[in-house]
């Protein structure tokens, strides 16, 4: 026979399982709370937190930024703000221990002086199960731009569910003079949403 099977293989190993605090559960209907909270406004560029994706075990708060060219703007500061918008700079690696000033940081924090930040979420695979919250994980996001316009819709995963109280959204962007700012959440609609998800599946 000149065409053989392939000789057997051993079946990789399969990968660990990702932990409850890096992501959303994929078998639950989150519960919507509305926030509608514009955070900037500022020439040419918008922030805005829209709503909370509510789940049993924490929330993705949904974000809206929006950028425009204004009369003026020149070639380098838009194609600055353009790639920043696009995420270009949003993952790259902190290395020293200066944050780069054109990094978009995102926060919580709590009464009782607990805090989480994007730029200190742990990883996945490297954290072991001392891993108590909270945590605050970039969560993806959508979005697209034209030649004078982008819009993007980035998410963050906040685990666990935050305390039934007010909590602050805290952010800076530095290089397009954002400074620490520190917004208040009603975790108290939060936690009462977590009621209201659905499981997808019957549940043992």
Same mark, same amino acid.
């Given at each position: 026979?000149?065409? $053989?099977?392939?000789?057997? @293989? ?15 559960? $994929? ?23 829209? @709503? ?22 020149? %070639?380098?500061?838009?194609? *600055? ?7 270009? #700079? ?6 020293? #221990? ?12 709590? #009464? ?15 954290? *072991? *199960? ?17 030649? *004078? ?15 039934? $109280? ?37 549940? %043992?």
């Amino acid at each position: 026979m000149f065409f $053989e099977p392939p000789r057997p @293989h051993e079946e990789p190993p399969a990968p660990p399982p990702v932990p409850e605090w890096f992501a959303p559960p $994929e078998d639950e209907l989150a519960a919507l709370v509305p926030l509608r909270q514009l955070l900037v406004s500022q020439q040419g560029l918008a922030i805005v937190v829209s @709503h909370a994706d509510v789940f049993s075990n924490g929330c993705v708060l949904r974000l809206l930024t929006a950028a425009r060219r204004t009369p003026g703007m020149g %070639d380098d500061e838009w194609i *600055d703000l353009h790639e920043a918008m696009l995420g270009h #700079r949003m993952h790259r690696r902190v290395v020293a #221990r200066e944050l780069p000033a054109d990094l978009l940081r995102w926060g919580v924090a709590y #009464r009782d002086g607990r805090k989480a930040t994007t730029v200190t979420t742990p990883h996945p695979f490297d954290a *072991d *199960d001392s891993v108590n919250g909270p945590v605050l994980v970039e969560h993806g996001g959508g979005g697209g731009a034209t030649q *004078d316009g982008c819009r993007m819709s980035p998410s963050l995963w906040l685990w666990p569910l935050p305390p039934a $109280e007010i909590f602050q959204l805290v952010f800076a962007w530095p290089a397009f003079d954002i400074p620490e700012t520190f917004v208040d959440i009603d975790g108290a609609a939060i936690v009462s949403a977590a009621e209201r998800v659905l499981p997808l599946f019957d549940r %043992d």
